[in-house]
């Protein structure tokens, strides 16, 4: 036995989750003060050469992986507005022909659709004078409203699972209405001519709301319906779900280690049970077909406590259980 104890400890505020470097002997990798044998600056299994990497760059380090080594298709991205408001991540995933649906701040700036660079004359003085719009850029709260809720259409995305007596089909809808812009900061390269790329702006505007509640960009072509825009948009709740089901039905947060080679197998493991309970809702001849993750998790535990040849189910055959799974 050991004579360490866990102590409360103030982390040094560096922007991250602690001060450890690269290179350096965490004070976590220590007891009483002793350094463990064997352990360098790598104790929490991070290589050297690692440094801080951003968030958006992590997310287009995955796309790429995805796409070029796992040979997935290029589907359209979905994204809150943690990403969408990076420009330079909306302009990776172009550089990248991939389509995307991202939320995004209403107080970003942007032109209007039908905004064009005017080339001022030259007066012979000085260096010829670029092309440049004549209009400073408006916030995107503000171009919608100048376009006004009249413009907004009821589009129902999805039903949902909560039928109510005004609503037997669950239908999840409300009113959206869509502008032709171009969103403008120094991030975003011009053309030759002076001109910003066009995206779809896409606003959710309640009826009875003095203004919109969310909005998003994307750069689906001109010819995509508004309702397409909207499901794509809306598309994110899929990952809240997931993720949420990751959380209290899988326990992906419940990894208490401090190495991240331990973290990485508990997160693997927990993904490739989702995974494998996915599959068992979607396959039709599985007892699970149709069933939440909550109800497959019970009959897995039924099948495991047979298998271990516990409980009271401990008689039933072998083969009469797993041929469903």
Not at 11 to 37: E, K, L, N, Q
Not at 65 to 76: C, D, T, V, Y
Not at 175 to 197: C, E, K, M, Y
Not at 246 to 262: A, P, Q, Y
Request: proline share 9%.
């Amino acid at each position: 036995m050991s004579s360490w104890r866990p102590t409360p400890r103030r982390w040094p505020r560096t922007g991250g989750c602690s001060a450890w470097r690269p290179g350096t002997t965490p004070r976590s990798a220590t007891r009483t003060g002793r350094p463990r044998s064997g352990r360098s600056g790598t104790a929490a299994g991070i290589d050297e050469g690692v440094r801080h990497r951003e968030k958006w760059r992590l997310a287009l380090d995955m796309l790429d992986e995805m796409i070029n080594r796992w040979g997935l298709p290029e589907l359209p991205v979905a994204a809150d507005s943690g990403y969408g408001d990076c420009t330079v991540f909306r302009l990776g995933l172009a550089e990248r022909g991939l389509r995307y649906a991202v939320q995004v701040d209403p107080d970003a700036t942007a032109h209007p659709g039908d905004a064009a660079p005017v080339t001022p004359p030259y007066t012979g003085r000085g260096r010829p004078p670029k092309p440049a719009y004549p209009d400073p850029p408006a916030t995107f709260k503000d171009l919608v409203l100048a376009a006004g809720q009249a413009g907004a259409r009821r589009v129902t995305w999805r039903r949902g699972s909560r039928r109510t007596s005004s609503n037997p089909t669950a239908a999840m809808r409300s009113h959206f209405l869509r502008l032709w812009v171009q969103p403008a900061n120094r991030d975003i390269p011009r053309s030759p001519d002076g001109t910003l790329p066009e995206v779809w702006l896409i606003a959710e505007w309640p009826p009875g709301a003095a203004e919109p509640v969310k909005y998003w960009l994307s750069n689906l072509d001109t010819r995509t319906s508004l309702k397409t825009l909207v499901r794509l948009a809306k598309l994110r709740w899929r990952v809240e779900h997931d993720y949420r089901e990751l959380k209290t039905g899988l326990g992906i947060d419940h990894f208490e280690g401090r190495s991240f080679v331990g973290w990485h197998r508990h997160v693997t493991l927990a993904v490739l049970a989702q995974a494998f309970c996915i599959l068992l809702r979607l396959d039709p001849k599985s007892r699970c077909a149709g069933l939440t993750l909550y109800a497959v998790l019970r009959e897995l535990q039924q099948l495991l406590t047979v298998m271990a040849g516990a409980g009271q189910t401990c008689k039933r055959p072998y083969d009469n259980v797993t041929k469903y799974y």
